[in-house]
């Protein structure tokens, strides 16, 4: 095996957003800086990002909004946020004349719709601060003595360091290079793994009809998820149907907690189409709508209100006949209609696998790593960033921000006691 004569201050595993501004930053501020990606390229996944036009970030929120929706471990995010939140992230891609523009919810991206200029502008960033880009490095193994890394080893090659900065992603996406290798080495040098789960990824239902939807989207859909008969939470936005189940913005935001309930038992969606009335009212509406339209039939007066495939649905599940007239319709018939306007039920099969969830939630726990610098109770000379990390944020450009945080921080510390 070949020793790379040339000895690092900092060895950045992982070649994705958290490895890049991590390598960048550390270069910037004065270290011999190696970067490792077993890829032949860096970025891979972060071309997918935002269906291929990167959601930078997310400016809807102060330090205290954002670490809310991050959730339970969203607190150790405060000290990264403050020191390279949305602001600079943003001041720092313009600087390198990538502008950007802010679209619905906070979500900023691009001006140029373009995940490429973001990797082309951390690429340059990395050449500016001389950072070494060693590309087709797959990491296999760590050299470990004295409670230290000491090195790197690679297929044919060991890279020595001073400091190591972990930031090989999850498990999600896994074509991209994310095979979470990063896990098993973190949990041989001591530290513990939260299982990492397939997270923000669509839904597969148990009930065939679902595929009746499919293609259908709601814009302001409501659900609501059910276990042991309790609900547990609600969610509004976006829902897509498909032809195996539930996806889109609100289903890919509710499948962390679905995928958790899981783990107690079976998950029941349910999905009201009228949430501002209550079903004595919607009821109401209805039997003063068909008096005025009493020669309609029912598909005739219902596609007024509802789109056709899932009109077809309700009637299909209510058993009544599409071609039946308004005034024809029995009270009984009227109540099971409003019924599962007000409730129609999913029952969960599993939330898809880490072949299609965006990220990955678990991973390192946060309590062996100082939020401060990243760097690791455990081992000195160990930092990580990035979707390794236990802490994980909806849609919307949270995950690519804990990754310039993170990473930020990751650097800037790793470069301390040089
Ligand atoms: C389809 C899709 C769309 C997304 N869109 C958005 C979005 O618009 N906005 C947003 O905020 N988030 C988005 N995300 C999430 C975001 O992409 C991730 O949070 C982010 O990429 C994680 O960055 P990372 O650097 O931690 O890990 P990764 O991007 O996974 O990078 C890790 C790198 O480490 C390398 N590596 C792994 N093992 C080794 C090894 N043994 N040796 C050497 N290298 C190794 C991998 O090849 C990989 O390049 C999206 C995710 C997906 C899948």
Not at 16 to 21: C, D, L, Q, S, Y
Not at 195 to 223: C, F, H, R, Y
Not at 392 to 403: E, M, R, S, W
Request: glycine share 10%; aromatic share 8%.
């Amino acid at each position: 095996m070949n020793e790379l004569t040339k000895k690092f201050d900092v060895a950045v595993i992982g070649g994705g957003p958290a490895g890049m501004i991590a390598a960048g930053r550390a270069a910037e501020l004065g270290a011999k800086v190696v970067l490792l990606e077993k890829n032949s390229a860096l970025g891979k996944k972060l071309l997918l990002t935002g269906n291929g036009r990167c959601n930078i970030t997310q400016i809807d929120h102060d330090a205290r909004g954002f670490v809310e929706k991050l959730g339970h471990n969203g607190k150790f995010f405060f000290s990264a946020f403050s020191a390279f939140g949305p602001k600079e992230v943003i001041e720092f891609f313009e600087q390198k004349k990538l502008f950007t523009k802010v679209e619905k919810n906070g979500r900023v991206f691009p001006v140029t719709d373009d995940a490429i200029d973001v990797l082309s502008t951390l690429t340059q960033y990395l050449k500016d601060g001389g950072v070494e880009i060693i590309t087709n490095a797959q990491v296999a193994d760590f050299e470990f003595t004295k409670n230290k890394i000491g090195g790197l080893k690679l297929k044919d090659q060991i890279i020595h360091a001073d400091r190591f900065i972990l930031c090989t992603g999850g498990k999600s996406y896994p074509a991209t290079g994310s095979t979470g290798d990063g896990y098993t080495w973190a949990k041989k040098l001591g530290h513990t793994i939260i299982t990492p789960m397939p997270a923000l990824a669509p839904v597969k239902i148990k009930e065939n009809w679902v595929g009746d939807l499919q293609g259908l989207s709601l814009e302001n859909a409501s659900i609501s998820l059910w276990q042991n008969e309790k609900k547990q939470a609600s969610f509004q936005g976006e829902m897509l149907f498909t032809h195996f189940g539930l996806s889109g913005p609100l289903i890919i935001n509710a499948s962390k907690k679905i995928n958790a309930l899981l783990q107690n038992g079976s998950v029941t969606i349910e999905l009201e189409l009228f949430p501002e009335l209550a079903i004595p009212e919607l009821d109401k509406k209805l039997v003063l709508a068909f008096e005025k339209n009493n020669r309609k039939d029912i598909k005739n007066y219902f596609r007024e209100i509802l789109s056709r495939k899932m009109l077809d649905l309700i009637l299909k599940l209510a058993e009544i006949d599409p071609d039946k007239k308004l005034n024809f319709l029995t009270k009984k018939e009227r109540q099971k209609i409003v019924a599962l306007l007000k409730s129609l039920k999913f029952t969960v099969s599993r939330v898809l696998e880490f072949e299609q969830a965006m990220i990955t939630s678990g991973g390192v726990t946060l309590k062996e790593i100082n939020p401060k610098t990243m760097q690791s109770k455990i081992i000195e000379n160990l930092f990580f960033a990035g979707e390794i990390l236990d802490l994980d944020g909806p849609t919307g450009g949270y995950n690519l921000q804990i990754c310039w945080s993170t990473g930020h921080l990751a650097g800037m510390s790793s470069t301390k006691i040089i």
